[in-house]
């Protein structure tokens, strides 16, 4: 929603919002796929990317879970797997947990936009 929000416009936002009835009809990975698609089609790269780095940091860094942080951090090679879109958390792991690797999610993008 933060991202349909502040990458996107009000509408966007509120069409995932009333498609949440919908999606709770439908399994984990066909739900999660709506939701991106409705999130990110048709959104300009530039846009996600600083969404990416600049509204989703303060997100995830309030709802990081200080166990894992200090697992994470013990260790010397980091690879993180996410069933998110990748743009959405590379910025964040790279850059605030120093993870080597991110495999996720990618988006197809044509031009300047994505499609999904």
Do not use: W
Request: aromatic share 12%; net charge positive; charged share 15%.
């Amino acid at each position: 929603m933060l991202v349909a929000f502040e990458g996107g416009s009000n509408i966007r936002a509120f069409m995932l919002l009333i498609s949440y009835p919908f999606l709770l009809a439908m399994n984990h990975e066909i739900r999660l796929r709506v939701m991106v698609f409705i999130t990110f089609c048709g959104l300009k790269l530039k846009y996600m990317d600083s969404v990416g780095r600049a509204v989703l940091p303060k997100f995830y860094l309030e709802n990081l879970n200080l166990q894992a942080y200090e697992v994470l951090a013990s260790t010397r090679r980091k690879v993180v797997f996410t069933s998110v879109p990748k743009v959405m958390v590379e910025g964040f792991l790279k850059n605030y947990l120093n993870v080597n690797v991110v495999i996720g999610t990618e988006l197809q993008n044509y031009g300047r936009y994505v499609l999904h």
